[in-house]
């Protein structure tokens, strides 16, 4: 479990940042104008004018106060207001975060489109010669795209949460900066959040100091501080606050898990979809172990240690400079930099939220890639989340499995092919089990509550013939947002698909239904029915399949079912325990 966060949190992040100049053409030029000036609740703001259709584009908008000096490690605070004029034609920082991540993964990430030699040597040069976007802890800002200033009536709203593993990532990447959306008569809205250290760290002293008594998930509570933004603000744009929807993929797809399982973001958001990722299987607690996941607030105190200081104030935390905490982060930190159960913002952990139906339900649209584990696989070649040191092979690899899927060993080994093919069936094993599984239990669970869910499945495939990737992990951002970038590729099926994709996000923000015009009719998963999207393959563009990879992902669930079972039983023996020593 702990060496699959970690590939989690800095592979997924990687897709996107080293990918996003690539991106460039489809953020429009455009200057600053009186067609973008207006009066919004903050104040006066003026923004980017594009023509073609005409699309107003306002960057760089605090939602919260700057997470600075007393307010690291806190709650956002309200955002600022001004009286001039805020000229919003430049992005916000980045929040702080590892700027070398990369590793091998970038090349096999090009490679692996199967391009000519030409296009794959121009394609690592610009990237290379890219600078990074300024980073800062000052880092609570959100963009707005929309056509609508004029409009006589508010069109829904889109809010995207960035992926990234909680580590990386931003609002502004080209990927997301698109007016495929907003040309829907949608108003897109993209938003940072605190990450890694600054955003997840929990510590006793932190605690003690907070009016709620507890510590860490600070992103979170950025995202909801970033909804409250949108139902005060939003109608300025064009938006309305009534009609908000929710969505982002991996570490955003977690994050709407993370929004629909918080009390604390009942109400500010009424659709949600989750694109690779819901945040079913992350256990960890701010105090205690959750069945081995670290703690919140042992790694606080490691990262305390790490910096020199031992038993600090919150003070003494704070005071120490971003850049010396970034330098010295223990080893294996960002395993413990996710959400965790607080009582608070969380008094349940995700998984235990939607087991037990004790979440925000609403209109849900979530799904997974075909191939999400073919980027990550070569770097940490073990296919089970649960289990980090898989045998390859033979009854060693049966028993392992059986540990972790009682009486599912055998099955498993047969379904992936693991005896004769470990590596290509536990790439397609790791895909299954960390998306599949968890989108799957997700939209259940939320089918359950009453509330319309959709599945998707989406096995585009890259044009090239040479291609080997398949249907990679964030393959099918570009689709939702039509910023697909033609020098990677770009077939008559992708435009098409592109057209299908965004029209179902659209339709499904506007009225909690993705069907419409264009679109093969997409019922509502009540345990069987599926959409499948592809691409550059044999199969229609879009048709419904039903069970999909059912053997294989009922086999898998029951290791999620396991582990969260497992741990109710330990955290009631903890609970019981406390008791006793009262």
Same mark, same amino acid.
């Given at each position: 479990?702990?060496? &699959?966060?970690?590939?989690?949190? !800095?592979?997924?992040?990687?897709?996107?940042?080293?990918?996003?100049?690539?991106?460039?053409?489809?953020?429009?030029?455009?200057? !600053?104008?009186?067609?973008?000036?207006?009066?919004?609740?903050?104040?006066?703001?003026?923004?980017?004018?594009?023509?073609?259709? &005409?699309?107003?584009?306002?960057?760089?908008?605090?939602?919260?106060?700057?997470?600075?000096?007393?307010?690291?490690?806190?709650?956002?605070?309200?955002?600022?207001?001004?009286?001039?004029?805020?000229?919003?034609?430049?992005?916000?920082?980045?929040?702080?975060?590892?700027?070398?991540?990369?590793?091998?993964?970038?090349?096999?990430?090009?490679?692996?489109?199967?391009?000519?030699?030409?296009?794959?040597?121009?394609?690592?040069?610009?990237?290379?010669?890219?600078?990074?976007?300024?980073?800062? @802890?000052?880092?609570?800002?959100?963009?707005?795209?929309?056509?609508?200033?004029? /409009?006589?009536?508010?069109?829904?709203?889109?809010?995207?949460?960035?992926?990234?593993?909680?580590?990386?990532?931003? /609002?502004?990447?080209?990927?997301?900066?698109?007016?495929?959306?907003?040309?829907?008569?949608?108003?897109?809205?993209?938003?940072?959040?605190?990450?890694?250290?600054?955003?997840?760290?929990?510590?006793?002293?932190?605690?003690?100091?907070?009016?709620?008594?507890?510590?860490?998930?600070?992103?979170?509570?950025? &995202?909801?501080?970033?909804?409250?933004?949108?139902? @005060?603000?939003?109608?300025?744009?064009?938006?309305?606050?009534?009609?908000?929807?929710?969505?982002? @993929?991996?570490?955003?797809?977690?994050? !709407?898990?993370?929004?629909?399982?918080?009390?604390?973001?009942?109400?500010?958001?009424?659709?949600?979809?989750?694109?690779?990722?819901?945040?079913?299987?992350?256990?960890?607690?701010?105090?205690?172990?959750?069945?081995?996941?670290?703690?919140?607030?042992?790694?606080?105190?490691?990262?305390?240690?790490?910096?020199?200081?031992?038993?600090?104030?919150?003070?003494?935390?704070?005071?120490?400079?971003?850049?010396?905490?970034?330098?010295?982060?223990?080893?294996?930190?960002?395993?413990?930099?996710?959400?965790?159960?607080?009582?608070?913002?969380?008094?349940?952990?995700?998984?235990?939220?939607?087991?037990?139906?004790?979440?925000?339900?609403?209109?849900?649209?979530?799904?997974?890639?075909?191939?999400?584990?073919?980027?990550?696989?070569?770097?940490?070649?073990?296919?089970?989340?649960?289990?980090?040191?898989?045998?390859?092979?033979?009854?060693?690899?049966?028993?392992?499995?059986?540990?972790?899927?009682?009486?599912?060993?055998?099955?498993?080994?047969?379904?992936?092919?693991?005896?004769?093919?470990?590596?290509?069936?536990?790439?397609?094993?790791?895909?299954?089990?960390?998306?599949?599984?968890?989108?799957?239990?997700?939209?259940?669970?939320?089918?359950?509550?009453?509330?319309?869910?959709?599945?998707?499945?989406?096995?585009?495939?890259?044009?090239?013939?040479?291609?080997?990737?398949?249907?990679?992990?964030?393959?099918?951002?570009?689709?939702?947002?039509?910023?697909?970038?033609?020098?990677?590729?770009?077939?008559?099926?992708?435009? @098409?698909?592109?057209?299908?994709?965004?029209?179902?996000?659209?339709?499904?923000?506007?009225?909690?239904?993705?069907?419409?015009?264009?679109?093969?009719?997409?019922?509502?998963?009540?345990?069987?029915?599926?959409?499948?999207?592809?691409?550059?393959?044999?199969?229609?563009?879009?048709? !419904? &399949?039903?069970?999909?990879?059912?053997?294989?992902?009922?086999?898998?669930?029951?290791?999620?079912?396991?582990?969260?079972?497992?741990?109710?039983?330990?955290?009631?023996?903890?609970?019981?325990?406390?008791?006793?020593?009262?």
């Amino acid at each position: 479990m702990r060496r &699959q966060m970690k590939l989690k949190a !800095v592979k997924t992040a990687a897709a996107l940042v080293l990918l996003s100049p690539l991106a460039a053409c489809v953020n429009p030029s455009g200057e !600053v104008s009186d067609a973008a000036l207006i009066v919004t609740p903050q104040g006066p703001v003026q923004g980017v004018t594009t023509d073609t259709p &005409q699309i107003f584009n306002f960057k760089g908008l605090p939602f919260a106060a700057a997470p600075v000096g007393d307010l690291r490690w806190a709650p956002p605070e309200s955002a600022p207001r001004w009286t001039e004029t805020r000229v919003a034609d430049k992005f916000g920082n980045r929040c702080m975060q590892a700027d070398n991540v990369e590793g091998g993964f970038f090349e096999r990430l090009i490679d692996g489109h199967g391009l000519n030699a030409i296009k794959t040597t121009l394609i690592k040069r610009a990237v290379a010669a890219e600078p990074p976007s300024p980073m800062s @802890e000052d880092c609570l800002y959100l963009n707005v795209r929309t056509g609508n200033l004029n /409009g006589a009536t508010k069109q829904p709203v889109m809010v995207w949460i960035h992926g990234g593993g909680h580590q990386f990532g931003s /609002g502004d990447f080209s990927y997301y900066q698109s007016n495929g959306l907003v040309e829907k008569d949608v108003v897109l809205v993209t938003i940072n959040y605190r990450l890694g250290v600054f955003g997840y760290m929990a510590h006793p002293a932190l605690s003690e100091a907070d009016p709620n008594g507890v510590s860490g998930n600070y992103g979170s509570l950025d &995202q909801i501080a970033a909804l409250d933004w949108v139902q @005060e603000n939003i109608a300025a744009y064009g938006g309305d606050p009534d009609n908000v929807t929710i969505f982002g @993929e991996s570490a955003g797809g977690w994050s !709407v898990t993370e929004m629909m399982a918080s009390p604390l973001a009942a109400g500010k958001f009424h659709k949600a979809i989750a694109q690779s990722g819901a945040s079913t299987y992350h256990l960890g607690q701010m105090e205690g172990n959750g069945l081995g996941w670290p703690s919140g607030y042992m790694m606080g105190e490691k990262v305390a240690k790490s910096v020199g200081l031992d038993a600090p104030t919150a003070d003494a935390l704070r005071a120490v400079p971003a850049e010396t905490i970034m330098a010295n982060l223990p080893e294996k930190s960002d395993e413990s930099f996710h959400h965790i159960r607080d009582g608070y913002v969380f008094p349940k952990n995700v998984g235990h939220a939607f087991r037990d139906g004790e979440i925000n339900a609403v209109p849900f649209l979530t799904g997974y890639n075909s191939d999400e584990g073919t980027l990550f696989f070569p770097d940490d070649p073990q296919p089970s989340v649960w289990e980090p040191d898989m045998p390859q092979g033979g009854p060693e690899m049966i028993a392992a499995l059986n540990t972790h899927y009682p009486g599912q060993g055998e099955t498993l080994a047969q379904l992936y092919d693991l005896n004769t093919d470990f590596v290509a069936g536990g790439t397609q094993m790791m895909g299954d089990e960390i998306f599949g599984v968890n989108v799957r239990y997700a939209a259940r669970a939320n089918a359950a509550k009453g509330a319309p869910s959709y599945l998707y499945h989406f096995s585009r495939t890259p044009p090239s013939k040479k291609q080997t990737l398949g249907a990679f992990h964030a393959a099918e951002i570009p689709f939702v947002f039509d910023s697909n970038e033609t020098i990677l590729g770009l077939s008559d099926d992708d435009i @098409e698909l592109t057209n299908i994709m965004v029209s179902a996000w659209t339709n499904f923000a506007k009225t909690g239904n993705p069907n419409g015009e264009g679109i093969p009719n997409w019922p509502e998963y009540t345990g069987q029915s599926w959409m499948h999207f592809s691409g550059n393959t044999d199969l229609p563009l879009a048709q !419904v &399949q039903t069970h999909i990879r059912k053997a294989k992902l009922d086999a898998l669930e029951t290791g999620l079912k396991l582990k969260l079972t497992d741990l109710s039983a330990e955290l009631a023996g903890e609970t019981a325990q406390l008791n006793l020593t009262k």
